[in-house]
C-alpha cells in the first residue's frame, strides 16, 4: 500500500511562490502518475496538475497554466508543485494522489495524501 505525505503549504502573500513537495512510500509510485488536486473551503475538489509516470508528459488546469510546474523524482519518490504568481484565488488544500495515467478527474486516482493548506493573502 502506498502512503503519500504532502508538505510545504503555508501563508504567502500575492505574487509569491510556495513550492510543494508530495512524498510517496512504497513500490508503485515510480511507475504511476501523479496528479495534484485543490479544495477550496465550500468547493469542490478541482484538478491542478498532472505528469506522467517518467515525467516526461504534464498536464494543467487553465487556471495555473504560465504559473504552476509539476514535476517528479522518481529516486527520492517526490512530486513537486512549484507555484509561482500565486493569487488569493490560490488558496485551497493542496493534495496529491497516483493514477495509472494523467487525468483531470478525481475519481481515477487512488492513495490520496492527506493535503496541505495554501494561503495567500490579498
Known amino acids: 500500500q502506498v502512503q503519500l505525505v504532502e508538505s510545504g503549504g503555508g501563508l504567502v502573500q500575492a505574487g509569491g511562490s510556495l513550492r510543494l513537495s508530495c512524498v510517496a512510500s512504497?513500490?508503485?509510485?515510480?511507475?504511476?502518475?501523479v496528479g495534484w488536486f485543490r479544495q477550496a473551503p465550500g468547493k469542490e475538489r478541482v484538478f491542478v496538475a498532472a505528469?506522467?509516470?517518467?515525467?516526461?508528459?504534464?498536464n494543467y488546469a487553465d487556471s495555473v497554466k504560465g504559473r504552476f510546474t509539476i514535476s517528479r523524482d522518481n529516486a527520492k519518490q517526490t512530486t513537486y508543485l512549484q507555484m509561482d504568481s500565486l493569487k488569493p484565488e490560490d488558496t485551497a488544500v493542496y493534495y496529491c494522489?497516483?493514477?495509472?495515467?494523467?487525468?483531470?478527474?478525481?475519481?481515477?486516482?487512488?492513495?490520496w495524501g492527506q493535503g496541505t493548506q495554501v494561503t495567500v493573502s490579498s
Open positions: 512504497g513500490r508503485t509510485f515510480s511507475s504511476s502518475a
Open positions: 505528469i506522467t509516470w517518467g515525467g516526461f508528459g504534464k
Open positions: 494522489a497516483l493514477a495509472a495515467v494523467p487525468s483531470g478527474v478525481g475519481d481515477n486516482y487512488h492513495d
